[in-house]
């Protein structure tokens, strides 16, 4: 099942008929006890809702912080020591990847957020910038993993390579992360086989492509979370992006107007148009 946040309230989406859920919160919906029986319910008791087509969808986010996790991916680690070797940090990237510790860094609150279709920015004092296309969890307050989702996790390159210490002025500003298009809930796991792909167009031309799979992931979605959830509450739940495994070359840099897609399979394909910074 797919949960929608949009203009007009919140709807659940199965067999490509979508429902209402009224008289819920976003924060009250995802801390459920068990979101996914309680949606089958909806679906069960509820009616087709014929507005969703004229609603506007958001990103599926209600005050939930974003978390995002860093050198998850071998083609991760090897961008992160390439572009920081001159300031002396590409040892640190090479020590993190096969460290027991993942690198878990604060990406973004709710009101920084892109949903799909809006604008995500680029930093105006940076001169290298690319997206990152990463599989995205919901986790509940109780550290359960209840849903995917879409996440862009903006990055200035050229500003982290200074120095790894200016890791979260590349990283957090105003819209450099996205979210979307929606919430998949399932109590299952991703299969390893699931496929992530990345198209970034420039004036309607493809100017960069490129595909990995979960397998790719070094670390496993519940490993992250744990190390997330030690010594730390969220007590709307949080998301947690789970690292990059596509990195454009070191030649590529995103530019005002390029449109970025990414889609993840089954969740469905986040969309935005990149803007310059003031």
């Known amino acids: 099942m797919k ?16 429902y209402s859920v009224a008289g819920n919160s976003w924060d009250a919906l995802v801390t459920q006890d068990n979101l996914h029986a309680f949606l089958q319910s909806v679906v069960a008791n509820g009616e087709a809702a014929a507005d969703f087509a004229a609603a506007q969808i958001l990103a599926p986010i209600g005050t939930q912080e974003v978390w995002a996790a860093g050198v998850t991916y071998y083609r991760s680690r090897s961008a992160r020591m390439e572009e920081s070797k001159s300031a002396g940090g590409g040892d640190f990237y090479d020590r ?84 979307g298009p929606c919430i998949l809930v399932t109590p299952e ?39 997330l959830f030690r010594d730390n509450s969220f007590p709307a739940g949080a998301f947690l992006m789970t690292g990059t495994g596509i990195v454009p070359p070191d030649s590529f840099t995103l530019a005002s107007g390029d ?18 910074g003031n």
């Open 3 to 18: 949960l929608y946040r949009t203009t007009n309230g919140t709807y659940v989406e199965q067999g490509g008929t979508y």
């Open 96 to 179: 993190v990847y096969s460290a027991e510790r993942p690198e878990l860094f604060f990406k973004s609150t709710a009101s920084r957020v892109a949903g799909p279709s809006s604008q995500v920015r680029i930093r105006s004092d940076a001169k290298w910038n690319v997206p990152e296309p990463e599989l995205t969890l919901l986790i509940n307050q109780r550290g359960h993993i209840i849903g995917y989702t879409v996440g862009n996790d903006m990055s200035s390159r050229d500003i982290e390579g200074e120095n790894p210490l200016y890791l979260p002025q590349a990283k957090v500003y105003d819209r450099s992360c996205a979210l």
């Open 189 to 227: 796991p991703l299969p390893t086989t699931t496929p992530i792909r990345l198209e970034i167009l420039r004036q309607g031309a493809a100017a960069f492509s490129a595909e990995t799979t979960l397998a790719e992931l070094k670390r496993t979605p519940v490993s992250l979370v744990e190390y």
């Open 259 to 276: 449109r970025i897609r990414i889609t993840i399979d089954p969740i469905g394909t986040l969309e935005n148009e990149v803007v310059q």
